[in-house]
């Protein structure tokens, strides 16, 4: 398996023997199958990858294994100063990483940029978050004797990861993992695992110590299951879809899991917003990374009175999006990442309008930049609460309008839906802001922002009851979400406390 396209050869010196598996501190390619990774702008070839086998996944988790509780022994400032010494080595090769994401994800090298940025910082959070992480001494009721908490990791953890964010999504698991004394075994999606073999080479030359982290590339269904399923892994961190997430919890039934799954989060623009502002944080969540995003702008929900204003707003934005090959100058949006988010987005869009949606600009894929996988930015008007469009995850450039009666019928709307992520609220009334966010069922509820505002130290996940996931991660939240609290009593026979 050491087959590269020339043509990135220059981003991933040397070729041949590192574009494999990394499992137990060395890189492997002996595979008997092979997939190929595709740039979706090109449909050029990048590189052929090792098709990993289940027994591949299991060596590697015994790998992660060995290592685990040499790794937990270590102090919590080593690790932390391993995770800080691993940012600044991704900064340092900030410009070669995220060259490769452009190229196989799709999206606007400067979009990449500043993904790659994110998945730096990343790291030196879950160094500084895991260095002042502290427990509780507990007042005993047992005379003579006190109790206090630690926190310990879970073990080995699987982590599984999608194709929109594979930089930085993976940084937002391995990270807190790593700092909190886990080993990993790690899977990314097949459609962007050459950007995965070229950050493990990165943390890699960072000189972790063997086994820590291991990198299995492959099937979802073959190794990711391996690795979720497998008795010797102890908890479970996945981004992905809604479907694959609740397959994986239920091939890893008791372990504890983090899963981050999907959203079709409403931005509520009631008639006294800012409509220019709205429009443009509709826009930039429909749009930034080609709208393939778990927070995006799934749908408005517009009060009636200003909803064609509105429409007109953000189709003026719509129209001055540059669409085109990522890599060049000025372009705003790149293709969709794979031909499932394509035929997905063109079914939702085609279902609205054969239901009497109104299609105001886009509307349909743009083969002639050089590839089926371009889809125009598209609006559209008159959607209504009950079409697919409204009620699935589109994962694309896409900003369905749903004119409603007051904030009633917008608050009812917005709760009636399956997805529980992220929603928005545009209003220049601040206290009825704060009261309807109190109302709405997601994880986050931004005001007067879009719908994909997120800073990473900020708890992000899905609603109870909603399938949008489980648990939490971002800053504290995930290092609290992978580790485990243990309490320790211990006897003070000639101990008065006086103090709480």
Same mark, same amino acid.
């Not at 050089?370 to 930015?377: K, N, T």
């Not at 209504?384 to 369905?400: L, N, Q, Y």
């Not at 992000?460 to 800053?475: A, D, E, N, P, V």
């Given at each position: 398996?050491?087959? @590269?396209? %020339?043509?990135? #050869?220059?981003?991933?010196? %040397? ?18 199958? #092979? ?8 449909? $050029?070839? /990048? ?49 070669? @990483? ?9 999206? %606007? ?18 160094? $500084?978050? +895991? ?26 953890? *699987? ?6 964010? %594979? ?27 050459? +950007? ?37 892994t102890n908890a479970i961190g996945f981004t992905g879809s809604t479907a694959t997430g609740h397959r994986i919890a239920m091939r ?6 983090? @899963? $981050? ?70 372009? !705003? ?15 939702? +869009? ?6 009497? *949606? ?10 002639? /930049? ?5 889809? *125009?930015? !598209? +609006? ?24 409603l009666s007051g904030d009633d019928e917008i608050l009812q709307v917005a709760n009636d839906t399956e997805y529980g992520l992220s ?26 922002? #879009? ?14 009851? !909603? ?11 995930a290092i609290e979400a992978m580790s485990e609290v243990r309490s320790v009593s211990i006897p003070f026979p000639n101990y008065n406390?006086?103090?709480?």
């Open positions: 398996m050491d087959k @590269l396209n %020339p043509n990135i #050869s220059a981003d991933l010196p %040397p070729i041949a023997e590192r574009i494999g598996n990394f499992i137990g501190g060395a890189w492997e390619n002996a595979e008997a199958e #092979s997939f190929e990774v595709i740039n979706p702008a090109t449909k $050029e070839v /990048l590189a052929a990858l090792p098709k990993s086998s289940r027994e591949t996944a299991r060596r590697a988790v015994d790998a992660a294994v060995a290592a685990q509780n040499g790794w937990a022994r270590t102090s919590v400032w080593e690790r932390a100063n391993l995770c800080a010494a691993l940012g600044k080595a991704i900064e340092a090769r900030a410009s070669e @990483l995220a060259r490769v994401l452009s190229m196989e994800q799709g999206k %606007p090298i400067a979009e990449a940029e500043g993904e790659v940025g994110a998945a730096a910082h990343g790291f030196h959070m879950a160094a $500084e978050m +895991v260095r002042y992480a502290t427990g509780e001494f507990v007042g005993g009721a047992t005379e003579g004797r006190q109790v206090i908490t630690r926190r310990f990791p879970r073990g080995v953890y *699987a982590v599984i990861t999608p194709w929109n964010y %594979p930089v930085n999504i993976p940084i937002e698991y391995i990270a807190p993992g790593l700092a909190t004394g886990n080993t990993i075994v790690w899977t990314p999606a097949p459609t962007t695992s050459l +950007v995965a073999v070229a950050l493990m080479r990165i943390l890699a030359d960072a000189g972790m110590p063997p086994g820590i982290l291991n990198l299995v590339l492959g099937e979802g269904a073959v190794v990711g299951d391996e690795i979720v399923s497998s008795p010797k890893g039934a008791g372990k504890p899991m983090v @899963l $981050e799954l999907g959203g079709n989060g409403p931005l509520i623009v009631r008639r006294d917003a800012d409509l220019r502002r709205a429009a443009e944080a509709a826009a930039f969540g429909a749009f930034s990374n080609c709208g393939q995003i778990c927070a995006a702008t799934g749908r408005v929900l517009a009060d009636a009175e200003i909803a064609e204003a509105l429409a007109k707003e953000i189709v003026a934005i719509a129209e001055r999006q540059r669409v085109g090959n990522p890599m060049h100058q000025g372009i !705003t949006m790149g293709p969709l990442n794979n031909a499932n988010v394509a035929r997905k987005v063109a079914e939702h +869009v085609e279902n609205a309008i054969g239901s009497g *949606a109104k299609c105001l600009t886009g509307g349909r894929s743009i083969p002639e /930049l050089g590839s089926e996988l371009f889809y *125009a930015p !598209t +609006v559209l008007s008159h959607v209504t609460p009950w079409m697919k469009i409204a009620r699935e995850e589109t994962f694309g450039p896409v900003v369905p309008i749903i004119a929603m928005a609220i545009f209003t220049r009334d601040i206290e009825r802001g704060l009261a309807m966010s109190s109302e709405l069922s997601a994880g986050i509820v931004n005001i007067n922002e #879009s719908t994909v505002f997120w800073e990473t130290h900020m708890a992000f996940g899905g609603s109870s009851g !909603t399938k949008s996931g489980l648990g939490r991660i971002g800053g504290r939240h406390a006086t103090g709480l």
